[in-house]
């Protein structure tokens, strides 16, 4: 799938607003795979598609985790998390879009989870730095991002953690798995407390 057609895919399906953060995700991921030598391509067509499925209505989005491969713990959270797994099946089910690494970056671009591959990372970090997002903490993450892409999504991970939280709501168990693993990453495998 080429790029115009992934946006005349998406563009019906997501208000102004989410179609103009869209477009900038895509300039920001691209950015990350020229500074982290990652297929440009492949991450423009992850970045375009990632919020594919965010107004779908919620029984349609509950549908697809229940029929699919996705595990159907994420029904017990938050519905906004449910966006990203569900395009990452509809794209395979009704647009042909097979490659794992696309698929995974569109699953886990909201929650994270450890392991996770460069173009994963890349997607990650683009959504939470993206241009038109303003809210406490962003800019440092911003600033790392150009030279330690990982500690760019621990920190990501970290404030999201720490905001969750701070909200009294459930974290889903991926999102923590995350933060660890790039924990032990950045401290060269080491669990090193006071960070």
């Known amino acids: 799938m080429k790029t115009d057609e992934a946006i ?3 563009k019906p399906h997501l208000k102004q607003e989410r179609f103009d953060h869209t477009l900038r995700v ?6 990350l795979a020229g500074i982290y030598d990652e297929d440009v391509e492949k991450v423009r067509l992850a970045a375009i598609l990632h919020d594919y499925a965010k107004y779908f209505p919620l029984d349609k989005m509950k549908q697809i985790i229940e029929e699919s491969e996705l595990p159907n713990d ?3 959270y938050h519905h906004e998390l449910w966006h990203g797994p569900a395009a990452s099946v509809i794209i395979k089910q009704e647009h042909g879009v097979t490659d794992p690494d696309i698929r995974n970056a569109i699953r886990y671009h909201t929650t994270g989870r450890a392991g996770m591959s460069k173009m994963e990372t890349i997607l990650f970090v683009a959504d939470y730095i993206e241009p038109g997002r303003s809210f406490p903490g962003v800019e440092e993450v911003r600033s790392t991002a150009k030279t330690d892409l990982n500690r760019a999504a621990w920190m990501a991970l970290r404030n999201t953690i720490q905001f969750l939280v701070g909200k009294h709501v459930t974290v889903y168990p991926d999102t923590f798995h995350a933060y660890n693993d ?14």
């Open 182 to 195: 790039l924990t032990l990453r950045i401290n060269g495998g080491n669990n090193i407390h006071g960070q």
């Open 74 to 76: 994420l029904i017990d």
């Open 26 to 31: 895509a300039e920001t991921a691209e950015e």
């Open 8 to 10: 005349s895919i998406v």
